[in-house]
């Protein structure tokens, strides 16, 4: 990443929490304006995690409402 302040509060918000919650090993900001956000999730972790992950903290609102997500093993 560009370096810290560089992405959208949301994005930010989202690394950290996954981070923090263990359930990813690392993430990256891609691209400007229509970028994405590809994230390398924890072993024993995945889609369902993440989601559920997202419901239970309430984010799913907000960032599965306006993102376009795309899983791929």
Known sequence: MAGEGAEPP???ETIQFL??????????????????L???TSEGNGKDHI???FKKQKLSASIMKHADIKWHS
């Open 10 to 12: 949301e994005v930010y």
């Open 19 to 36: 981070t923090e919650s263990m359930l990813i090993s690392g993430a990256s900001l891609c691209g400007a304006g229509g970028g994405f």
């Open 38 to 40: 590809t994230v390398i």
């Open 51 to 53: 989601i559920s992950a």
